[in-house]
């Protein structure tokens, strides 16, 4: 592909998380006004239709005032999303006997890729999440007994609580 920016999508449901809630999240996981040493790792928002880019402009200029420094950051329509090659989808998770489990469950590659269930798993293993709901969500991925204990034992060999940076 060459000139690329690497990416990730977020299908959302904005009756539980506003777009707005997730810009916001998306200013306070990077320096916006660090310059990116190259293209392929550059921060942009892509938008999907004009409510998207007006909102994230607001956004871009709300960060910018907050600061009193120029944003580095990006706004730039979709014009096509292509998936990271499969090492990169659920990259934590692959790393798990936890993987074999998934793989059982989503034989199907794009069924396992789109998948919830896994694309929450590798976020508990990647230490987020909510702790007070774990031990109820463990129970919904659809792991076995046994899968479910190494995701406890994974989780909890982190060191580190479970964080949500998101908005309740």
Same mark, same amino acid.
């Given at each position: 592909m060459g000139d690329h920016t690497e990416t990730f999508q977020i299908d959302f449901d904005?009756?539980?998380?506003?777009?707005?809630?997730l810009l916001q999240l998306f200013w306070q996981s990077h320096n916006p006004k660090r310059k +990116?040493?190259?293209?392929?790792?550059?921060?942009? $928002? %892509?938008?999907?239709?004009?409510?998207?880019?007006?909102?994230?402009?607001?956004s871009k200029t709300q960060?910018?005032? +907050?600061?009193?420094?120029?944003?580095?950051?990006? $706004? %730039?329509?979709?014009v096509k999303f292509y998936l990271a090659e499969g090492y990169h989808q659920k990259y934590r998770l692959q790393s798990t006997p936890l993987m074999e489990e998934m793989r059982i469950a989503y034989p199907n590659n794009q069924e396992w890729i789109h998948s919830t269930a896994t694309a929450r798993l590798n976020g508990y293993l990647s230490g987020y999440g909510l702790a007070e709901t774990f031990s109820v969500d463990v129970t919904q991925l659809g792991l076995s007994g046994s899968g479910e204990s190494i995701l406890a034992k994974s989780v909890a060999m982190l060191g580190t609580p479970l964080t949500c940076p998101l908005p309740r």
């Open positions: 904005p009756t539980i998380i506003s777009y707005m809630d +990116a040493w190259s293209r392929q790792y550059r921060a942009i $928002i %892509l938008y999907q239709n004009e409510i998207q880019h007006e909102q994230a402009l607001q960060v910018k005032t +907050a600061l009193n420094t120029p944003v580095t950051t990006d $706004i %730039l329509p979709l």
